[in-house]
C-alpha cells in the first residue's frame, strides 16, 4: 500500500512536467531572434525620426527605389520627401507618433523582413489645431550591403468611427 502514494505523486508529478513543457513551448518560439529584434529597434528609430521631424534620418532609412504606398496612392521616395518636406516647411509637423502591435517576420534567407504594426500620429497643424490618425502600416526591409533598408510601405488610414 506504501506505493499508491508514490504512484500519485509520481502521476501528479508527471502531469505538471507536461504542463510547464505545454505552457514554455509558446514562450520560447515568442523570443525574437537578432534579425527580429534588429528590426524591432529600426522601426522604433525610425518612425522616433519621423516624429521628431528628423527628415535626414527618417529619408535615410528608405532604399532609393522603394515603393510607397500613402492612402491609396503610390510615390516614389523623390516625391514623397518633396511633398513631406513642403508639408513640415508650411507648418504640419507630427507632434507624437506612437508605434503598436508589432509583428515581425523574416524570410528564411534573413535578407527580407516584413514589420506591420498600428501608428497613432497626432500632426500640429499652421493654424495650432491638431489631429489625430490611427492607421495600419506595413514596412518591407531589405538587407542591402549589408545595412536594412525600407523598400516598400503601405499605410492605411483607419476611418474614423
Known amino acids: 500500500m506504501t506505493c499508491r502514494p508514490f504512484r500519485a505523486l509520481a502521476l501528479a508529478l508527471a502531469v505538471a512536467l507536461a504542463l510547464v513543457a505545454a505552457l514554455a513551448a509558446p514562450l520560447q518560439a515568442a523570443t525574437p531572434s537578432p534579425a527580429e529584434a534588429e528590426i524591432a529597434r529600426l522601426e522604433r528609430d525610425w518612425n522616433d525620426a519621423y516624429g521628431a521631424n528628423e527628415l535626414a534620418k527618417y529619408f535615410g532609412s528608405y532604399a532609393d527605389d522603394a515603393v510607397l504606398i500613402f492612402y491609396g496612392a503610390r510615390s516614389t521616395v523623390a516625391d514623397y520627401r518633396k511633398s513631406w518636406t513642403a ?3 508650411a507648418g504640419d509637423r507630427p507632434e507624437s507618433v506612437k508605434l503598436s502591435d508589432l509583428v515581425i517576420r523574416v524570410a528564411p534567407g534573413g535578407d527580407t523582413a ?8 497626432r500632426t500640429r497643424h499652421p493654424n495650432a489645431a491638431s489631429t489625430d ?13 549589408g545595412a536594412w533598408k525600407v523598400v516598400h510601405v503601405h499605410y492605411s488610414a483607419v476611418p474614423p468611427k
Open 133 to 145: 490618425e490611427l492607421a495600419f502600416e506595413s514596412d518591407v526591409w531589405q538587407k542591402r550591403g
Open 114 to 121: 516584413v514589420a506591420s504594426y498600428l501608428l497613432a500620429v
Open 87 to 89: 508639408s513640415v516647411s
